[in-house]
């Protein structure tokens, strides 16, 4: 079974600072997606990566940004944390050519 | 506005009843997936329509794709407390589909999905 996994279910950061998330998944998946998910809104495509060292911007990648140095491994990188990203995060895999998706648990994260 | 939009927004139904969800689009399509939700989890993918498919089945669940309207539905058959969950629609963005990419999706509200036992 795909496995897709976020380091942490709950954070609670200050406003200001660096924040990292990371998702691994290990069924070696080309592709890889970080969402926010807010009451009313649904889920947004921050940031999607096609390939190691790959990446492009999604619907709202202000305050972001990414890194994915190796194939398994996606990271979420909050510059300087403010209130209005508290959220949760989900990650999520698909191999290439793919369509369905494959979901981390999300990481909830609080900025307070 | 969001590429897939879900009505009804909140559904509440006995345990034994049927469900249906409707997902309203507006560009043109390669498929539709649906994924539930449980609550705070992550999401899981149920199924996937292509725009050349009319009808499909899983289980207890059936999904019927409208290209004409830009529309499908989500059939819960015999539902049971445990189908209790949110539900979305999400489309692939055509436009960006290359042959070494996945397609980039976009999802709607979601439904929330009541089974009362």
């Known amino acids: 079974d795909v496995k897709v996994t976020q380091s942490s279910r709950y954070l609670v950061k200050r406003t200001g600072e660096k924040v990292f998330l990371e998702c691994v998944q290990d069924m070696d998946h080309e592709n890889m997606f970080w969402y926010r998910q807010d009451p009313g809104l649904g889920l947004r495509l921050i940031y999607f990566?096609?390939?190691?060292?790959?990446?492009e911007k999604g619907d709202i990648p202000e305050g972001y940004s990414v890194s994915r140095e190796k194939k398994e491994r996606f990271s979420l990188i909050l510059e300087s944390a403010s209130t209005n990203q508290t959220s949760m995060y989900l990650c999520a895999s698909t191999r290439a050519g793919f369509y369905e998706q494959y979901f981390g648990p999300g990481t909830r994260l609080t900025v307070t | 506005s969001q590429q897939g939009e879900e009505d009804p927004q909140a559904l509440s139904i006995q345990e034994g009843e049927n469900a249906t969800m409707n997902c309203s689009y507006k560009?043109?399509?390669?498929?539709l997936q649906w994924y539930r939700q449980n609550s705070g989890r992550g999401l899981v993918h149920l199924i996937l329509?292509?725009?050349?498919?009319r009808e499909k089945h899983s289980g207890r669940l059936r999904v019927t794709l409208d290209t004409s309207k830009k529309s499908s539905s989500l059939l819960i058959t015999a539902s049971r407390a445990a189908d209790t969950a949110s539900y979305f629609c999400?489309?692939?963005?055509?436009?960006?589909?290359?042959?070494?990419?996945?397609?980039?999706?976009?999802f709607g509200e979601g439904t929330q999905l009541t089974v009362n036992p």
């Open positions: 999400a489309t692939d963005v055509r436009a960006r589909v290359t042959e070494t990419s996945g397609s980039r999706l976009t």
């Open positions: 990566s096609y390939d190691v060292k790959m990446k």
């Open positions: 329509i292509r725009s050349n498919e």
């Open positions: 560009t043109s399509i390669n498929n």
